[in-house]
């Protein structure tokens, strides 16, 4: 999962610099950077994006404690001391030295003073995204071999660099022209700090690889001149929940492509959305390692019984979220002073988690992982139907949240690919095809248009009363709304699949009837008898081919009658002989009377 926190200066920036840089540590005051991440454990940080370019950093640089500083602290130039010194060999003033190294406006511009008709203002500086796989794979990183932790961190690499790019490329909005009502694509990307960690801040050290992307606020607009400014905040939070379930989605195919495992739903709480996860993992070793999970759900369910009672209904979504951060808030605990190696931290994972559940629970984890995996292939075929795609995710959107953005439908259609596919990889694209099948298909705009709401008429055509069909599962609001989400889903896939099965029946053709299409007259077919046969009409005329068929063999038979009729006259005439009844017209082989069934391995003549 993803969550996301903005960076500001004061604490934001104090905890930013001293904490997340050294793994969640404590970096005592006059400790270098790199000296307090040798000494917590922790490899550097690296720069990441397509926006570092412009900034004369390359992806994979280490992060510097004075270009962390400048840029992320002080929204200038990494390299503002060189710059500065150069300004003022020329003769620049140190003001002057000192704005050419300012990437876009100076943050200190960007905060107004406090008065009686509008609050202080505080720039932000970046947002921290923190980017954790499923519980499993925590598991499966720190209890399996050094083989397997290679892996899962590459994994982790990919999946997060993917959704960055993502994040940059399509989503990243920069403030332009008429002080920021209109905005715009970055030019070159993000500018991204990465910083690996390796423990949860739980009391008792857990395993929990994750990593906190910090992003910097500035970013060049798409003008000729490369000018700076400020991202757009509300962009980036809009599309967090989609950046969550794009991130799942490439880790999951990236573990099942390298390692060959599978993963299954779990549902942590009756009635939620469930989670995917590791097929093959003890789940005991879930709770074993999600101690501090579990102190969130605690203070969690209190929250949402209070919010319950206050409201007279459940939380939803967006509330449902800061009553989560709320918890995880007043769970937290402070930071320990204990610090070990990761080699340290395994060892003592191990031997924790053979002293809880013996060591059979991770004994030949990733043989037991990938048996689970060819079980799991042999149950679920992961294939995607756009169709039922599109109508599972409008209703579980719909039920959710009944008006709707397409950034809301992008992430469920995301989620629904994390199901069906269970780690298989999606072709490119395949996420937004869902999307747009839904808004073509099954959305109406409301309000002004930047809301939709579900619109199902092309499944219910004589549906008066808007979502009347799905009225009666919205409104029992005893259960859980995900819960009412899937019931939904199933009414609307059942009415999908009756649709294609009433297609299929208003096809079928009559048994045993041929069909000879009108556009193969210069080479006609072989004749096609028995069920598999088709019932086609004439572009032309409409008229029923069957029938059209039929006339035309009755025609060429009383041909062919005719002229043997003729034929043996004329040799009778000859001969002298006496004339004979003309016989039946018989049809051609190959071919069936309508309205005479045949039945294969019996002579069609008369009884023996």
Not at 186 to 206: N, P
Not at 238 to 243: D, G, L, Q, S, Y
Not at 446 to 472: F, K, N, S
Request: proline share 7%; hydrophobic share 40%.
């Amino acid at each position: 999962m993803i969550s996301m926190s903005e960076v500001r200066p004061g604490n934001g920036w104090r905890y930013l610099f001293r904490g997340v840089m050294v793994g969640d540590g404590h970096r005592p005051a006059g400790k270098s950077l790199r000296a307090a991440q040798d000494e917590a454990g922790v490899p550097p940080g690296v720069w990441k994006g397509r926006g570092l370019a412009a900034v004369g950093l390359k992806a994979g640089d280490v992060v510097t404690e004075r270009q962390a500083e400048l840029l992320l602290g002080e929204g200038r130039h990494p390299d503002a001391d060189r710059i500065e010194r150069e300004r003022l060999a020329e003769g620049k003033s140190p003001a002057q030295a000192r704005r050419a190294t300012v990437l876009g406006r100076p943050i200190e511009h960007n905060q107004s003073p406090k008065t009686d008709k509008a609050k202080e203002r505080t720039p932000w500086l970046g947002f921290d995204l923190v980017f954790r796989p499923p519980p499993t794979a925590h598991i499966a990183w720190a209890l399996g071999d050094y083989e397997t932790r290679l892996v899962l961190e590459l994994c982790q690499d990919i999946a997060r660099d993917k959704t960055l790019a993502w994040l940059g490329e399509e989503v990243a909005e920069i403030r332009w022209k008429g002080g920021g009502k209109h905005r715009a694509r970055v030019r070159d990307g993000l500018i991204v700090a990465v910083f690996r960690h390796y423990e949860s801040r739980a009391a008792e050290s857990k395993p929990l690889l994750h990593d906190h992307a910090v992003v910097s606020i500035r970013a060049r607009r798409p003008d000729d001149k490369g000018t700076w400014g400020n991202l757009s905040a509300d962009s980036l939070m809009a599309h967090i929940v989609a950046a969550d379930t794009l991130y799942t989605l490439y880790f999951m195919e990236e573990v099942s492509a390298r390692l060959g495992w599978a993963w299954e739903p779990r549902e942590v709480t009756p009635g939620r959305r469930p989670v995917m996860e590791l097929a093959g993992i003890d789940q005991r070793l879930i709770g074993w390692q999600s101690t501090r999970r579990q102190q969130i759900e605690d203070a969690l369910s209190v929250l949402t019984a209070n919010y319950e009672k206050k409201q007279g209904h459940p939380p939803g979504e967006r509330a449902g979220y800061a009553l989560g951060c709320q918890a995880a808030d007043q769970t937290r605990s402070p930071k320990r002073t204990e610090l070990l190696s990761l080699t340290e931290l395994r060892e003592r994972w191990r031997d924790s988690a053979i002293r809880a559940y013996g060591v059979d629970v991770f004994d030949r984890l990733a043989e037991r992982a990938r048996a689970a995996a060819a079980a799991v292939w042999a149950r679920v075929r992961p294939v995607v139907d756009i169709a039922l795609a599109a109508v599972d995710v409008v209703a579980v959107v719909y039920v959710m949240r009944g008006a709707f953005k397409r950034h809301h439908l992008l992430a469920e259609a995301r989620r629904h690919l994390s199901y069906v596919l269970r780690g298989r990889p999606h072709r490119p694209g395949l996420d937004e095809q869902i999307v747009q099948a839904v808004v073509d298909d099954y959305t109406r705009p409301v309000g002004r248009g930047r809301m939709m709401t579900a619109d199902l008429r092309a499944l219910y055509p004589r549906d008066t009363e808007d979502q009347a069909v799905l009225r009666p599962l919205t409104r029992k609001r005893s259960a859980p709304p995900y819960e009412r989400a899937r019931l939904a889903a199933g009414a609307l896939a059942a009415r999908v699949n009756a649709a294609r099965r009433a297609e299929r029946l208003g096809s079928r053709p009559r048994p045993y009837a041929v069909a000879v299409p009108a556009a193969s007259r210069s080479h006609p077919r072989p004749f096609r008898t028995g069920p598999k046969a088709g019932r086609l009409l004439e572009p032309e005329t409409g008229v029923d081919a069957v029938e059209q068929t039929r006339q035309t063999l009755e025609a060429a038979a009383a041909k062919v009658a005719a002229t043997i009729q003729d034929s043996r006259r004329a040799r009778e005439a000859a001969h002298g002989l006496r004339s004979q009844p003309a016989p039946a017209a018989v049809p051609p082989p190959h071919t069936q009377q309508p309205g005479v069934q045949h039945t294969p391995g019996r002579s069609s003549g008369g009884v023996a």
